[in-house]
């Protein structure tokens, strides 16, 4: 009768994984009819059923970041709404990037993990957490601040945790404090909330953030070692996901996504390194269009250069970068174009933006800020920006970088100053760029 069970469990398991799937795609169908970012991004991930997780988790693995969720948990153990609300948890553990965002040295794991639910599940609303949730309430007597980093609410956690083990030793008679000093004797006053971070560390579980690659050690959800490699990469692919999903909706949207978010987007999008070495390759490029300036200083007469006291020669360099905003550009080529943007302006250089497809679309100085509503979506014409450079009045610049996918109809007008192409495909045939240097971006 023994293989006759096991058939019925196997039929049973396998008819649960099937609901729990069939659960996990109507939940993010859900999220993304009520709050499309979160959807785009869960969407776009590697999902898995499973038993290898308690609860639910997100794990990084050499395919990149995954959804798993324990199919019992999943559809006996939560009702519809706690469902968006434990995916929609694990969607802001990957967006605030605490899968690699590495603790302090030696730090405390539990503590790292109840600090990173902290931050999350203020931001769950206005779906239910479970009753297990953690949230600011939990320590009703301590001084927990709303919207504070992980680092600020695991050092807070870990003057609590002292504070306990400190009580706890006095009990016993023992005259050690646990392992160091308190700084502050806040924490010594909040007895609740002492003895709620007692329950929470007892626990087998909290969460399962142990596929996290700073919570985890060196391996990934395999259980295989992960090398710091690896983990720079997985890091380029998390931040990727999350700018798709927020480039995936419509920019009518974007004003509906949480404020915290927005500012973990511009995070995400200004660090982001660019593929060229900007101040090495508009050094050689353009050397001689540098212009001088004289500019207030509190310095003494420049012998170098025989300025007034008062004065120094600042080199300057005015670039205009055209962006082609044609239909043939999709959206990761234009999050190419905003990371090299942001190069060129780091490097020194004074950015004016041009956004052309078939005609100039907008002109605009680039101040460090994301690309935001980029105009265009026709034909591809190199001519409009061209002619638009030869008929500017307000100065010239030093340098033209056409950032293109290069297919388009031969240029037939050339601008005053140098002209650079960066392509973002390989093209067969460079011949119709008759004029300026090529230079082709390495693939993401």
């Avoid at 997985?234 to 700018?243: A, Q, S, T």
């Avoid at 014409?381 to 030869?390: N, R």
Wanted: proline share 6%; hydrophobic share 35%; with cysteine.
């Amino acid at each position: 009768m023994a293989p006759l069970l096991d058939t019925k469990d196997a039929k049973a398991k396998a008819k649960d994984v099937a609901k729990a799937t069939h659960e996990l795609g109507r939940t993010i169908v859900t999220l993304l009819l009520k709050e499309p970012f979160y959807g785009h991004l869960l969407g776009g991930l590697v999902r898995r059923v499973s038993e290898d997780v308690p609860t639910a988790a997100v794990a990084l693995t050499s395919r990149g970041p995954e959804l798993i969720v324990n199919p019992l948990f999943f559809i006996k153990e939560l009702n519809t709404k706690e469902r968006v609300a434990v995916i929609k948890h694990e969607a802001l553990h990957i967006i605030f990037r605490h899968l690699y965002r590495k603790p302090k040295k030696n730090a405390d794991l539990k503590l790292f993990n109840i600090a990173a639910d902290l931050v999350v599940n203020q931001l769950i609303a206005p779906w239910p957490l479970p009753e297990t949730g953690v949230t600011l309430k939990t320590f009703p007597d301590y001084d927990l601040r709303p919207d504070q980093t992980v680092e600020w609410y695991y050092d807070k956690l870990f003057k609590l945790k002292k504070a306990a083990l400190k009580q706890n030793n006095a009990q016993s008679g023992n005259d050690g404090d646990g392992g160091g000093s308190i700084d502050s004797g806040e924490a010594e006053n909040a007895p609740q909330s002492m003895e709620a971070l007692k329950r929470m560390i007892d626990q087998t579980s909290h969460g399962d953030h142990s596929l996290w690659a700073a919570c985890g050690g060196d391996e990934g959800a395999n259980g295989e070692p992960m090398s710091q490699t690896l983990i720079d990469a997985l890091e380029v692919d998390i931040e990727r996901h999350i700018i798709r999903a927020r480039n995936r909706m419509p920019v009518s949207q974007w004003g509906s996504i949480p404020l915290d978010i927005q500012t973990e987007l511009q995070s995400i999008e200004q660090n982001r390194k660019p593929k060229v070495d900007w101040r090495r390759t508009l050094r050689l490029f353009a050397n001689s269009g540098y212009r001088t300036s004289l500019v207030p200083t509190n310095r003494r007469m420049s012998k170098r250069f025989n300025t007034f006291p008062g004065t120094r020669v600042k080199r300057e360099k005015r670039v205009a970068v055209v962006i082609d905003t044609s239909g043939s550009i999709a959206m990761d080529q234009l999050e190419l174009f905003s990371a090299e943007i942001h190069g060129i302006w780091r490097s020194g250089a004074d950015v004016h933006i041009i956004e052309c497809d078939a005609s100039v679309q907008r002109t605009y100085p680039y101040k460090g800020k994301p690309l935001d509503n980029v105009q265009g979506g026709g034909g591809t014409s190199f001519d409009p920006a061209f002619e638009w450079l030869k008929n500017m009045r307000n100065g010239r610049f030093d340098a033209c970088i056409y950032l293109t996918d290069g297919m388009a109809s031969a240029p037939t007008i050339r601008p005053r100053c140098p002209v650079m192409w960066v392509l973002t495909d390989q093209l067969s045939s460079t011949e119709h760029l008759k004029y300026g240097r090529i230079i082709t971006l390495p693939p993401t």
